[in-house]
């Protein structure tokens, strides 16, 4: 069961968008930013998202109308509507056509995280909050990483890969998949970045530890676990695109 990380920000408000993208990414989301309606049906037909936030008033397509097509469309992707509309009758015609929740403007981004992490439960398993591999806790709600009693710092991206390995722990996953849940649409598959970061999660979730948690399988990609699978670790490489 994958666990939902990108996300599509529809919002033509630079400002606005500059702001939620920021805190998203911060989250430890995966984020692409579109200002217009044939944009986001664009984007919408040719990546794969866990969630859409959509405003209402947009240039070329309001979100009316693209929350219209996509569910014409079979898109099932939850949709959390903004806008700046606050009558109930606004909240009706935003629903009606399709949209999971609404959130008029100005908002507190605390209650915009809380909604989002509604939407992505829904119609799913229920989740814990505390994903356990071995010895490894990882704490999805404070992103707090410890493993055998160790404090383990990561920034944001590293955060985000090791949850999406712990969500699916005993799993191969593969680098597409990673590319798809942790990266967003300016990843370049021609790159390491994948193995730069699997290496620095490897040291810091393997130092002073007997076993091993992350674990290659070439070719295909990688299996968070401790069932001692042996397999060639990627070498650790940096580059300037691992920053």
């Not at 994958?2 to 500059?18: G, Q, Y």
């Not at 009706?92 to 992505?120: N, Q, V």
Request: some cysteine.
């Amino acid at each position: 069961m994958f666990w939902p990380m990108r996300v599509l920000l529809v919002e033509d408000d630079a400002r606005v968008a500059r702001f939620v993208a920021r805190g998203l990414r911060e989250q430890s989301y995966a984020v692409d930013v579109v200002e217009d309606g044939e944009a986001a049906l664009y984007q919408a037909s040719v990546a794969t998202y866990d969630v859409i936030v959509l405003d209402v008033m947009l240039p070329k397509r309001d979100g009316l109308a693209v929350c219209r097509e996509l569910r014409a469309s079979g898109d099932a992707t939850p949709v959390l509507m903004l806008t700046a509309r606050d009558t109930v009758e606004d909240r009706i015609t935003g629903l009606d056509t399709g949209a999971d929740d609404y959130l008029t403007k100005p908002f507190a981004f605390g209650e915009l995280l809380a909604r989002l992490r509604a939407l992505l439960r829904r119609g799913a398993d229920v989740r814990p909050e505390v994903i356990g591999v071995a010895d490894l806790a990882v704490d999805t709600r404070a992103h707090r990483v410890v493993r055998g009693g160790r404090s383990v710092s990561l920034t944001a991206k590293e955060y985000a890969l090791l949850e999406y390995l712990a969500r699916n722990a005993g799993r191969v996953v593969t680098r597409h998949e990673i590319a798809e849940h942790v990266w967003d649409e300016t990843y370049d598959p021609f790159t390491n970045l994948i193995e730069v970061y699997i290496g620095r999660l490897r040291r810091k979730l393997d130092g002073g530890a007997s076993t091993p948690l992350i674990h290659t399988r070439r070719g295909t990609g990688y299996v968070l676990g401790d069932d001692g699978i042996s397999v060639a670790d990627d070498a650790d490489v940096e580059s300037e695109h691992g920053n």
